[in-house]
C-alpha cells in the first residue's frame, strides 16, 4: 500500500507539501499546479490518506464503521439502529456508509473507511458480490463482522434465521389453504438467499407439498428483479395461488407485475415477504410480511466488534432470539374455492 512519502516522491514535493494537499489545506500557499501533480500522484498510486496520528493519540478512533449497499435501503435503518444503539452506549461513533458493485475491487473498503479512521467494520454483503469480492474487500487491517453472510475461513458473523422465517411464511400460507405455493429467490451469489431458498425446500416437504421447479423464479433483492421473476411465473399456464418472496423490496416489485397482469392481490395471488419495514403498511394492499430481528442483529454485530476490540475472539452467531415474527396484513387470503384463479389474458 502507498505511504505518503511515496506520493510525494512521485509528485516532486516534500511529504509536508503533499500531506497538505491531501487534506485540502486551503490556509497552505500551494499553486494550483503543485497541487494537481500531488492528487494525480495519489491517484496512480491509490494512495489511501492515513489517520492514524489521532487514533495514535486516542488509542483508538473509538468509531466503527457499517457498510451496507444502499444506505436509503430502509431494510438497513433497523440494522443502522441497532448498531448504533450499542456504539452509543459504548462510546464509539458510527461511520455509515455505502459499498456497491460498481466499488468492488479490492482497495475499495480500504479507501472508503480510510486507514486508522475507524477501529472496525461491519458490513452488509452487496447481493452482486462473489464470495471471492467479498474476501478480498475485507482483506483490511482492522477486524470486520459480517452481517447475515459468512464465508469459509472468515471469523466474525451474525446471522439471521433464514430458514425459521421461510418456514413461517410457508406455514401461514398454507394455514390459509394454498397448495400451490411459488417462491421468488434472492440473488444467487448471496449465501443468505442460498439459506432461503433451502429453507422454503425443507418447508414445503414438512407441510407435505411438493416444491415445484418451475415455481422457483431466480431473483435478487431489489423490487424490479422481484417484477421479472414474478411476471415469468405469472404467465405459466398452471401457476401458484401464492408467493414467498426472498426479500421485501422482492415482494413489491412482485406485487407490481400482478398489478401489470391484471392479477389481484390477493384475490387471485397471495403475497407474503421475508423481511419488514415501513413501506409494507402503505402498499396497496397492505403486506404481509415475516419481520426478522435486524435492530437485534445489528446490536449484536456490534457488540462482537467492540468486544473483539478489548480481547475477546470473533466468532460466528445466529440470532435464535427474538424470533422471526409473522406480521399479518392485506396480501394474503384464502385461494378462491381452494383452487388457482385462471390466468388473466
Given at each position: 500500500?502507498?505511504?505518503?512519502?511515496?506520493?510525494?516522491?512521485?509528485?516532486?514535493?516534500?511529504?509536508?507539501?503533499?500531506?497538505?494537499?491531501?487534506?485540502?489545506?486551503?490556509?497552505?500557499?500551494?499553486?494550483?499546479?503543485?497541487?494537481?501533480?500531488?492528487?494525480?500522484?495519489?491517484?496512480?498510486?491509490?494512495?489511501?490518506?492515513?489517520?492514524?496520528?489521532?487514533?495514535?493519540?486516542?488509542?483508538?478512533?473509538?468509531?466503527?464503521?457499517?457498510?451496507?449497499?444502499?444506505?436509503?435501503?430502509?431494510?438497513?435503518?433497523?440494522?443502522?439502529?441497532?448498531?448504533?444503539?450499542?456504539?452509543?452506549?459504548?462510546?464509539?461513533?458510527?461511520?455509515?456508509?455505502?459499498?456497491?458493485?460498481?466499488?468492488?475491487?479490492?482497495?475499495?473498503?480500504?479507501?472508503?473507511?480510510?486507514?486508522?479512521?475507524?477501529?472496525?467494520?461491519?458490513?452488509?454483503?452487496?447481493?452482486?458480490?462473489?464470495?471471492?469480492?467479498?474476501?478480498?474487500?475485507?482483506?483490511?487491517?482492522?477486524?470486520?463482522?459480517?452481517?447475515?453472510?459468512?464465508?469459509?475461513?472468515?471469523?466474525?458473523?451474525?446471522?439471521?434465521?433464514?430458514?425459521?422465517?421461510?418456514?413461517?411464511?410457508?406455514?401461514?400460507?398454507?394455514?390459509?389453504?394454498?397448495k400451490r405455493i411459488g417462491f421468488v429467490a434472492g440473488a444467487p451469489r448471496h449465501d443468505a438467499a442460498t439459506r432461503r431458498l433451502?429453507?422454503?425446500?425443507?418447508?414445503?416437504?414438512?407441510?407435505?407439498?411438493?416444491?415445484?421447479?418451475?415455481?422457483?423464479?431466480?431473483?435478487?433483492?431489489?423490487?424490479?428483479?422481484?417484477?421479472?421473476?414474478?411476471?415469468?411465473?405469472?404467465?405459466?399456464?398452471?401457476?401458484?395461488?401464492?408467493?414467498?418472496?426472498?426479500?421485501?423490496?422482492?415482494?413489491?416489485?412482485?406485487?407490481?407485475?400482478?398489478?401489470?397482469?391484471?392479477?389481484?392481490?390477493?384475490?387471485?395471488?397471495?403475497?407474503?415477504?421475508?423481511?419488514?419495514?415501513?413501506?409494507?403498511?402503505?402498499?396497496?394492499?397492505?403486506?404481509?410480511?415475516?419481520?426478522?430481528?435486524?435492530?437485534?442483529?445489528?446490536?449484536?454485530?456490534?457488540?462482537?466488534?467492540?468486544?473483539?476490540?478489548?480481547?475477546?475472539?470473533?466468532?460466528?452467531?445466529?440470532?435464535?432470539?427474538?424470533?422471526?415474527?409473522?406480521?399479518?396484513?392485506?396480501?394474503?387470503?384464502?385461494?378462491?374455492?381452494g383452487a388457482p384463479a385462471s390466468r388473466a389474458t
Amino acid at each position: 500500500m502507498a505511504r505518503l512519502k511515496d506520493v510525494a516522491a512521485l509528485a516532486g514535493v516534500s511529504p509536508s507539501v503533499a500531506s497538505r494537499v491531501l487534506n485540502n489545506d486551503t490556509s497552505a500557499r500551494i499553486n494550483d499546479n503543485t497541487r494537481q501533480r500531488v492528487i494525480d500522484a495519489a491517484a496512480e498510486l491509490r494512495y489511501v490518506p492515513d489517520h492514524r496520528a489521532r487514533a495514535l493519540r486516542l488509542s483508538r478512533a473509538d468509531a466503527i464503521a457499517l457498510i451496507v449497499p444502499e444506505v436509503n435501503n430502509a431494510i438497513f435503518s433497523s440494522l443502522h439502529q441497532g448498531v448504533q444503539s450499542v456504539a452509543h452506549e459504548r462510546n464509539s461513533a458510527v461511520f455509515l456508509a455505502q459499498f456497491d458493485a460498481e466499488t468492488a475491487d479490492a482497495n475499495a473498503l480500504a479507501q472508503l473507511i480510510g486507514n486508522g479512521r475507524v477501529d472496525g467494520v461491519i458490513v452488509q454483503r452487496n447481493e452482486h458480490f462473489t464470495d471471492d469480492d467479498l474476501i478480498a474487500a475485507i482483506q483490511l487491517d482492522v477486524p470486520v463482522v459480517l452481517v447475515n453472510t459468512r464465508l469459509d475461513g472468515h471469523a466474525g458473523s451474525v446471522a439471521l434465521n433464514d430458514r425459521e422465517a421461510v418456514a413461517i411464511a410457508v406455514t401461514h400460507l398454507v394455514e390459509l389453504g394454498h397448495k400451490r405455493i411459488g417462491f421468488v429467490a434472492g440473488a444467487p451469489r448471496h449465501d443468505a438467499a442460498t439459506r432461503r431458498l433451502e429453507g422454503f425446500r425443507d418447508a414445503m416437504t414438512v407441510v407435505g407439498l411438493a416444491a415445484r421447479e418451475d415455481w422457483i423464479a431466480p431473483a435478487g433483492w431489489e423490487a424490479p428483479a422481484g417484477a421479472a421473476a414474478t411476471s415469468g411465473l405469472l404467465k405459466l399456464a398452471a401457476r401458484p395461488t401464492a408467493l414467498v418472496t426472498a426479500s421485501l423490496n422482492t415482494a413489491i416489485g412482485a406485487m407490481r407485475a400482478a398489478h401489470d397482469a391484471g392479477i389481484q392481490v390477493p384475490g387471485d395471488l397471495s403475497i407474503i415477504a421475508v423481511q419488514d419495514a415501513w413501506m409494507s403498511e402503505y402498499t396497496v394492499p397492505r403486506l404481509t410480511t415475516v419481520a426478522m430481528p435486524m435492530r437485534e442483529a445489528g446490536a449484536r454485530a456490534a457488540s462482537m466488534l467492540l468486544d473483539h476490540l478489548g480481547g475477546v475472539p470473533l466468532s460466528d452467531e445466529l440470532v435464535t432470539e427474538p424470533h422471526p415474527q409473522l406480521m399479518i396484513r392485506e396480501s394474503t387470503t384464502a385461494p378462491v374455492g381452494g383452487a388457482p384463479a385462471s390466468r388473466a389474458t
